[in-house]
């Protein structure tokens, strides 16, 4: 599998976007902001992740990370969070932010076992005001609030998972 930025039109990627946006507003909003990892194996793109700059100075933001569903569960996510850890700690930001779903207990599982730590809790951040449709169930859990965590870099070349 090979990790690399993406030059191409991100209208290809819409697709990875979408399977971890449930708003098109707020995925029309962000899509072309920062830049975009992606991978692929023979040639075919399997994954992408999505950086953009914090609000806080130093911070940058993993806006948006979706790997195709016949890949999932196969180490894609895994490799790109590393890869992004990796080209962050060599650009000098020193936190990468995630934010995901309360109500998505397995991305929370995930984020934490890549290193990610709790943050905050931004309640009501998944409502029809913000771009979402009503009601939207994870495993029978209303999507309401949006959950930070937040990952310390290092510059001695790796994270301070």
């Known amino acids: 599998m090979e990790i690399d930025w993406h030059t191409g039109d991100?209208?290809?990627?819409?697709?990875?976007?979408?399977?971890?946006?449930?708003?098109?507003?707020?995925?029309?909003?962000y899509i072309g902001l920062g830049r975009i990892l992606v991978a692929r194996r023979d040639g075919?793109?399997?994954?992408?992740?999505?950086?953009?700059p914090g609000a806080q100075s130093g911070e940058i933001e993993i806006k948006s990370?979706?790997?195709t569903p016949d890949a999932q569960g196969t180490g894609i996510g895994r490799a790109l969070i590393?890869?992004?850890?990796e080209r962050c700690v060599a650009d000098g930001w020193v936190r990468l932010l995630v934010s995901t779903a309360a109500a998505d207990t397995g991305n929370l599982r995930?984020?934490?076992r890549v290193?990610?730590?709790m943050l905050s809790v931004e309640r009501d951040a998944f409502t029809?005001?913000?771009?979402y449709p009503d009601p939207i169930?994870?495993?029978?859990?209303?999507?309401?609030?949006r959950v930070w965590l937040s990952q310390d870099l290092t510059h001695d070349g790796r994270s301070s998972r």
Do not use: H, K, M, N
């Open 44 to 52: 075919t793109i399997l994954g992408q992740l999505q950086l953009i």
């Open 128 to 131: 029809p005001a913000t771009g």
């Open 110 to 112: 995930f984020y934490q």
């Open 82 to 85: 590393d890869a992004a850890v």
């Open 115 to 117: 290193g990610f730590r």
């Open 137 to 145: 169930l994870i495993d029978g859990i209303p999507l309401r609030d």
């Open 65 to 67: 990370l979706g790997v």
């Open 10 to 29: 991100r209208a290809e990627l819409r697709p990875l976007f979408e399977l971890a946006e449930d708003s098109q507003t707020q995925l029309d909003q």
